[in-house]
């Protein structure tokens, strides 16, 4: 079952995965969703969430919409070619969800976007990307 998946990479995700605290929730064809929970580690001098933290999770969420695989233990990677953010609300604390979706692209490069929402569905950033698949 493709769950499998999801449950392999929620038990060994990256380092900086493990490091900021972020967990991939839903995977799927051409999406995906991950949370995290704002650390205060991870605060500015202004005391607000690092705008390099946001834009690491809408590019994270991008990234996985594009490399979803249905078949269990398959695996597809990519590198980010170009990424931009916008900032639209800053955050002090709380649960942020970010969803990936992919929304094109061919064999070697895909596109996708990503949106940032806060406890209360507010808007946070959103961001669009481009991503070359690689090979392990």
């Not at 692209?105 to 698949?133: P, Q």
Request: proline share 3%.
């Amino acid at each position: 079952m493709a769950q499998e998946n999801l449950a392999r990479e929620q038990a060994d995700g990256s380092p900086l995965q493990r490091l900021l605290g972020y967990r991939l929730e839903d995977w799927g064809p051409d999406r995906s969703r991950l949370a995290y929970e704002v650390s205060p580690d991870h605060l500015n001098r202004a005391g607000l969430l690092h705008g390099g933290i946001l834009t690491t999770l809408l590019d994270t969420a991008a990234g996985y919409a594009g490399v979803y695989r249905a078949v269990p233990g398959e695996v597809q990677r990519t590198l980010t070619l170009a990424f931009t953010t916008t900032y639209v609300a800053s955050v002090r604390a709380g649960r942020l969800v970010a969803t990936g979706r992919r929304i094109g692209g061919g064999k070697t490069i895909f596109y996708a976007t990503a949106e940032l929402h806060d406890t209360d569905g507010r808007l946070v950033a959103h961001g669009t990307g481009t991503f070359r698949y690689v090979s392990l």
